[in-house]
């Protein structure tokens, strides 16, 4: 069993940075491949990227590479998602997620466990 819990939403104007972080509580969190997904009111929760359990691996929704890079501490249980050049259409609940086995898959029902969200605005 995992807890995920991110933090580090607010509110920022376009162009700056934030950092979300995704903690979670279990020692098998190592073994465990996490995405980071967000959504926007009244629309799909959408694929920002993923790291898989060793994080020599990332992957990123296309339109994001280049502005997001996603990490991750073993040590610490947590993944980072680092968000640069933000634009107002970036605002959005960002939520982590895990999944026990495999890679990192950019759909919503193949992760196990999701975290409460963190909601990152955008301003103009």
């Known amino acids: 069993q995992v807890q995920l819990v991110e933090s580090g939403g607010g509110l920022v104007q376009a162009g700056g940075s934030l950092r979300l972080s995704c903690a979670a509580s279990?020692?098998?969190?190592?073994?465990?491949?996490v995405g980071w997904f967000r959504q926007a009111p009244g629309t799909e929760r959408k694929f920002v990227g993923g790291i898989n359990w060793t994080g020599s691996n990332t992957y990123y929704a296309e339109s994001l590479k280049g502005r997001f890079t996603i990490s991750r501490d073993n040590a610490k249980n947590t993944v980072y998602l680092q968000m640069n050049s933000l634009k107002p259409e970036d605002t959005a609940v960002y939520y982590c997620?895990?999944?026990?086995?495999?890679?990192?898959?950019?759909?919503?029902?193949?992760?196990?466990?999701w975290g409460q969200g963190t909601q990152v605005t955008v301003s103009s």
């Open positions: 997620a895990a999944r026990r086995v495999g890679g990192v898959p950019t759909t919503t029902y193949e992760y196990n466990y």
């Open positions: 279990g020692r098998t969190f190592s073994t465990y491949a």
